[in-house]
Structures are given as C-alpha cells and as structure tokens.
Nanobody
Framework: QVNVVESGGGLVPPGSSLRLSCAAS????????MGWYRQAPGKQRELVAT?????TTYIAQALKGRFAISRDKNTAYLQMNNLKPEDTAVYFC????????WGKGTQVTVFA
C-alpha cells in the first residue's frame, strides 16, 4: 500500500506562482512514475504532467512554459508560474508502481 499526500495549494491572484508537493510513502519504489492531474468544477480530471523514475517529463501542451514537474525520490513537485483563473482546480497526485495510488488533492484557486 502507498500513501500519497499533496500539499502547497492556496488562494492566489493571477500572475502568482505556487509549488505543489506530493509525498508518497509506504511500499514505494524507485521505479515508480508520478503525475499531476487537475479537476476544475464541472469538468473531467485532466493530465497536467508526469515524471518517470528516470526523470523523463511530460507537460500538457497548453501548460508548457508555465508549469514544470520535478521529483526527489518519491516526492514530486509541480512548479506553477504565471497562474491564471483557468488554472483553478483541485490538483491530484498519482503514484504508479504496479497499481495507481491517488492522493486526496489540494485546492488551487486563482482569483481575478
């Protein structure tokens, strides 16, 4: 079993930056993949970014240039710059090692 906990969300004005953290613990592995997803009110959950065990990253096309993902062992980070109101969502972390493990999410609200 893997426990996944996100942190770092908040209420910020447009143009701000936030850094989200995702800590995985329990039966973790150095071969895991970690990813960030987000879900805005009334919308489906969408992929934001992923990072492999070797550090290969993927960022959703629409977010390139503003978002970046990194990791240190079994903690992943999502650096979000120049935040916009449309970035408002609950951000979830997914840890993949054999199975998928999800955190409960952290709220990011960008108010105009």
């Amino acid at each position: 079993q893997v426990n996944v906990v996100e942190s770092g969300g908040g209420l910020v004005p447009p143009g701000s930056s936030l850094r989200l953290s995702c800590a995985a613990s329990g039966s973790v592995s150095d071969l895991s993949e970690m990813g960030w997803y987000r879900q805005a009110p009334g919308k489906q959950r969408e992929l934001v970014a992923t990072i492999s065990d070797r550090g290969t990253t993927y960022i959703a096309q629409a977010l390139k240039g503003r978002f970046a993902i990194s990791r240190d062992k079994n903690t992943a980070y999502l650096q979000m710059n120049n935040l916009k109101p449309e970035d408002t969502a609950v951000y979830f972390c997914k840890y993949h090692w054999v199975f998928d493990y999800w955190g409960k999410g952290t709220q990011v609200t960008v108010f105009a």
